[in-house]
């Protein structure tokens, strides 16, 4: 095989694994699908006691078959893509990675405390269903709002969080000596997560009449709060539909309403 | 009678039947809705035992009156509409049929194992509810915001089972231990969603302080994730009631906004 | 008193309670707010068992301070009042009656069965609290925007009913079995509307996986359900602030665009 | 030190603690959003029992360090102020103050009662992480869709506590007798609120067949109704956003929509 035959050899493994517009390359993302899929599926089911009791040898045949297609797999991309290194500590790199050395480290390791950790690792093997968003693309308006909500909701949530603790160590004077759950102010804070964003589990629950009064009062609280990331977001989108923002956002001034061809900065003259 | 009288009598039944304009067509109208609804009533009630102890005869002999009068309605139709079999094997013509055929079957069905299927089948007559939909018209503005958002709150959907895989596997590893219901991950992921859509049952809440932890990230997290359908189906049916785009959407390139009176894609040019 | 000084009388009088401009209309308003406040107040403390141990005397006699004031104002709104019989039989004159009636039968009821259906009565002095929505007016944005929603509501909340009866069904057809609360369809139907609002007792919960992954389904739909109503009430109170709208419907067609000033409907020219 | 030398000192001090653009100033403001951060860390982990057993003498020292920090910092900010009593008695200036107080208070008190109050007065403390609010900045969009917003969900709130006590007041009458936790009217409302927030503790739920039915509705109810704060946030910051309304109230007739610029009240004339 001389050079240029492998170039192109190269090259069409690498119009297979990265593009769909051939034949070949649709059924290639069909099968890596259908293979992660089935691999999610079995973590899952394992985890099932009953179920990895009667069906343990099956799922350990499948696990093997589809770590080594998913090794030949990351083979293929690395061997392919122009910069391996660059693909290696990418993020869908990590992903692949990670999919297929859990199984492997587990062959050479032998005492029980480390194998106890790598039952842990080889759980994350459901991670591999990251590998899908792949195929979601984004690109898409949706993506473009939250990034353009971003900052907002950042404030939002920073907000939440020092709200929380405030009320928290409030419900906590009031309902720490009754015998309702309200045993440190971490645990307070909890519900009043758990209240605000609407949950309520009910694991804990105000049990004086102060308490309840106060826990009514953060119901009705967290009823507006909920009415702020949905204002945000659903504001946000309707602007990237009528294409008027974009999502660029300057380092300098943090100025984020730029048309979608700018250059610079219409606030500061800042290179975006 | 000759062909032509035939021929009216059809045309008179036909109208009667699909449409509401005539007063013999508004009261076949109403006296359907008032069949539906004591149909289901009747369901519903015999599932209620003691109820179904007292009145279990007079139940019977009202679902037998229904299930008569609906065939009744299901032969007519059949009879007087233009293309028999499109009515058939349409959506409504198949609830038309669930809506009867049970009822009958129990009658050729004699070994007990078949009528425990066949009580199954009979509680199905519930579905003879959505007979009512016909009556609420599908071409109001609210349908065509949903139709418009069916993308957007596909990818939506499919990100929020992403994530809830991912997160649901996470919790497993913090609470599986511990006693307090997470035995598997499948039952953490039912957790994370129940948790997530802020429903928050309690039936499975996390006892360690990092599972509380945890849980308190997801709820802010549902919080925002709560935001983004809102945004979605909120900014597409302010669209739709300002006519600027219409949910053709194009068969060949997956282009969803379009000119009212658009005809070929002005995307790819293809042929809406 | 001659007829003239009888009508200044009556016509100060109808000022000081029916407008606010005077300071005595002022003075009369703030001093009804507050014993609107005070007898809803004593109803809900009297419900409290052992406050009504302690306090029942005092609560009694400020009940018939109040109802005493409370008949006062309703004769006088009487005979100010243009049209009496208009007022009298008019949202706000029903109310002012239960405010007072009901103290006022337990006098003359003396068998003890009567007086358990009166002491429910009284507990309607409750209702008196729906005479402060006088003082927030009818006109604003908000309400307008919930008028104008008004007919599209009922199209949602009819289908969230459909869909809870037939969803209910099928997950009394998977639980009904199990030991987990689904003893009917009705129950199940109350499950599902709990779990689809989310707001999620959890004094029924799935018990079988089925069940569980049923529920599942049903959360994330409820997640895009909840978006519906909040989309409509947005995009309506976005186009009420702009003006463009009106509430005004068409007692023929049910078109609800119309503008402003519009004196007839646009769509097929019935008078509005 | 002449008098010329201790203006400029008193000058340079202040920019370093009230503005943030020199890296001294930097520098302060990193350490003091530490200090607050170990400050709020300290008062939650002292409430939980078993970790204050352990590390209590540590707690204690922190504390006094951070109170010591805190002190110096209050004592700078009063002398480096243009108007030291406008500072001690705004808002910051208090928090600042009651961040500090409580601690040295312990010292001087010796009796066990007036410690327990005092033991809550240092759980207040947690308010500390108030001081944070200074980094964020007030005036940014969200903040002025809040503020746009603050008239009409004043009313909303108003309404959701009107509704809620007709509301409770009905189901205690329903469910009162039955014993499932419906025990005076103001646990009714309660349960209300809890139900109509979809929060759903399930620590008071209705057993009831009508009870249960109620509750269905309320639930359906509180689904609009949760629609209402986030149409009004919504459509408000979509406006504030196009910049063509400003949160300018006029103080005679509580007009809100103002130009940017207006000076006087469009509606009336008062100066804004």
Not at 118 to 128: C, E
Not at 206 to 221: E, N, R, S
Not at 237 to 248: E, P, R
Request: with cysteine.
């Amino acid at each position: 095989m001389n050079k240029k035959e492998h170039k192109t050899w190269k090259k069409k493994l690498h119009e297979i694994i990265y593009e769909a517009d051939t034949p070949a390359g649709k059924l290639f993302d069909v099968i890596l699908l259908l293979l992660i899929l089935i691999s999610v599926l079995v973590v899952m089911l394992e985890s099932v006691e009953h179920l990895q009791a009667v069906y343990g040898t099956y799922f350990q045949i499948i696990e093997w078959v589809i770590t080594i297609l998913f090794t030949i797999e990351y083979i293929l991309r690395v061997s392919t893509v122009k910069s391996p290194l660059k693909y290696i500590f990418s993020a869908y790199g990590l992903i692949d990675l990670a999919a297929t050395l859990p199984k492997y480290l587990g062959l050479f390791i032998g005492n029980t405390e480390a194998l106890l950790v790598l039952r842990s690792l080889r759980l994350l093997r459901v991670f591999t269903i990251l590998k899908i968003v792949r195929y979601v693309g984004a690109s898409n308006d949706l993506l473009k709002a939250i990034k353009a909500s971003r900052a907002k909701i950042g404030v939002f949530v920073f907000a939440v969080v020092v709200l929380s603790i405030v009320l928290g160590t409030i419900m906590y004077l009031i309902e720490g000596n009754a015998d309702s759950g309200f045993t440190s102010i971490p645990r307070s804070i909890y519900w009043i997560v758990v209240t605000m964003t609407t949950v309520g589990y009910g694991d804990i629950a105000p049990v004086t009449a102060l308490g309840q009064f106060f826990a009514t009062i953060v119901m009705i609280m967290g009823y507006g709060i909920i009415a702020v990331p949905t204002g945000i977001v659903s504001s946000e989108y309707s602007d990237v539909k009528k294409h008027k923002i974009n999502t660029q956002v300057c380092n300098n001034c943090n100025e984020d309403h730029h048309g979608d061809h700018a250059k610079y900065c219409h606030q500061c003259g800042e290179r975006l």
